[in-house]
């Protein structure tokens, strides 16, 4: 037992010894406002526009009908006028919102990372470093089909769901960016092994 202990003693020596977790100053770090971010394309305005209209359609024409075949309110129109004119209103706003969202919408590819920032009123920051990516794919929706447009997905490990999607890229850029961060995973792991 006092063998153990003198063991477990050197060995805890050794690691004091070449631990080292020093003070970082913060005007040291590079940031994230740094660099250049690139826009997500312009046509993507119409994949999100489109995509929500196809929704408020459905709801305009879908609460007007159950309006109109409940015993309740089949009498009174007025039910059927204000879920229209709700729709229409939530219609326009959303259109309004999209828009102003879209500003928001950016990502930076950085020598070990990834980042991506979205959000109007709750601005949104996510970065993921290449050597946290388990794997990337690049998807079309038929919208973006329509469109020539692709999406970035972005997977870490401990899920099903991409950890990052960035929407609206060319194919060119989707591909070339998709190439780059696989590049990337695979130096770590050269790294890694040796």
């Known amino acids: 037992m006092p063998e153990r202990m003198q063991t477990l003693s050197l060995w805890l020596q050794k690691m004091t010894e070449s631990f080292e977790n020093l003070a970082i100053d913060l005007k040291e770090i590079p940031s994230a406002q740094e660099g250049d971010y690139q826009k997500i394309e312009p046509a993507y305005r119409k994949v999100a526009i489109i995509g929500w209209s196809i929704l408020f359609l ?53 020598q070990k990372d990834l980042i991506y ?46 950890d990052l999607s960035i929407p609206g890229l060319t194919e060119d850029n989707a591909s070339r960016m998709k190439e780059y961060i696989l590049n990337k995973i695979e130096e770590e792991e050269i790294k890694d092994e040796h």
């Open 58 to 110: 459905i709801y305009l024409i879908v609460m007007p009908i159950i309006f109109y075949f409940n015993d309740e309110t089949q009498d009174e129109p007025i039910f059927i006028y204000a879920s229209i004119a709700l729709g229409l209103f939530l219609w326009g706003m959303n259109i309004l919102w999209v828009n102003a969202a879209f500003k928001k919408k950016k990502y930076m590819l950085r």
């Open 117 to 162: 920032t979205k959000g109007l009123l709750w601005s949104k920051r996510t970065t993921i470093p290449f050597n946290r990516i388990q794997h990337a794919e690049v998807k079309q929706g038929p919208l973006e089909r329509m469109f020539k447009l692709h999406n970035l997905k972005v997977f870490t490990a401990g899920g099903s769901s991409s």
